[in-house]
């Protein structure tokens, strides 16, 4: 919203209407920094609806790593006073919006327990298990080659072994983080480690029981284990060793190479080949 004036949206507009006023007085306040909770529960409706009496086309919404906030809540102690808050933010800006076309959340966690979603009764949702939609997150083989290309590279054994680390579905994909930066410079260095603390994932692990360690020794020691994972539910809700494989999976640390049911799977670790899955 940086740079917008009242000016840019003057003709298309009735700018006595209520829609307007309200949407540049929580504009000016965002800029000031001078905003309460109840304001900034509304900001994404105002918006919505300030872009769609406009342009008169009903937008998309996007939010990416819709569950970091409540990740770091849980990681510094404060997220008794947000949990409320994300439950009227994304109730107001998701539902029973008539001027919102669709929306798309990503993240790691699905957060479902603290009632973050209690307001919204038809989310679809997709893990990295799922074929639906799975080239869209990362590049596929044939993007990557088109890209290196560009830079006169090539897709060779090292690359691979460098920044193919990922699998959606059944499709392998690329580290698109790491492969720009590769393409700039023409090394193969380790981009992504700076983008994430991973603080939650090194706690987690030093924390966990006995049998999740004896599976975690057998998956570094031989490249595969067999396990019983939770995709579905976040591990900060729910702190089982189900949930925490659930964790590793979801954010790229390990490749699921064989579902044997519901709960069951084989994983591999993409040791030296990639790193988190956001963004890495």
């Not at 769609?52 to 404060?78: T, V």
């Not at 290309?149 to 990922?166: I, P, W």
Request: aromatic fraction near 14%.
């Amino acid at each position: 919203m940086a740079g917008i004036s009242q000016h840019m949206l003057r003709g298309n507009v009735d700018e006595t209407d209520d829609d307007y006023i309200t949407f540049f007085m929580i504009y000016n306040k965002l800029i000031k920094r001078d905003m309460d909770s109840d304001f900034l529960k509304i900001s994404i409706i105002t918006l919505e609806q300030a872009v769609f009496n406009y342009y008169k086309i009903k937008p998309i919404l996007l939010i990416d790593e819709y569950d970091q906030p409540m990740l770091s809540s849980f990681e510094h102690g404060y997220h008794g006073q947000l949990k409320d808050f994300f439950a009227g933010f994304y109730g107001a800006a998701l539902k029973g919006q008539e001027c919102l076309h669709q929306a798309l959340l990503t993240g790691i966690q699905r957060i479902v327990k603290e009632s973050v979603f209690s307001q919204l009764n038809n989310i679809k949702v997709y893990t990295v298990l799922e074929e639906r939609y799975s080239t869209y997150f990362g590049l596929t083989s044939e993007e990557t080659e088109q890209l290196l290309s560009a830079y006169d590279l090539t897709l060779d054994e090292r690359v691979k072994q460098k920044y193919d680390g990922y699998q959606f579905g059944k499709t392998e994909m690329y580290n698109p983080w790491s492969l720009l930066y590769y393409a700039e410079t023409g090394e193969l260095r380790n981009y992504w480690i700076n983008t994430s603390t991973n603080q939650l994932i090194r706690e987690s692990i030093s924390e966990a029981d006995n049998l999740f360690r004896k599976s975690f020794d057998a998956l570094i020691s031989e490249g595969v284990a067999k396990v019983a994972a939770n995709l579905e539910c976040s591990f900060i809700e729910l702190k089982q060793r189900y949930t925490l494989w659930g964790l590793l999976i979801n954010s790229g640390y390990l490749t699921v190479t064989e579902r044997m049911g519901e709960l069951f799977m084989y994983c591999a670790s993409p040791t030296g080949r990639c790193g988190p899955s956001s963004p890495a």
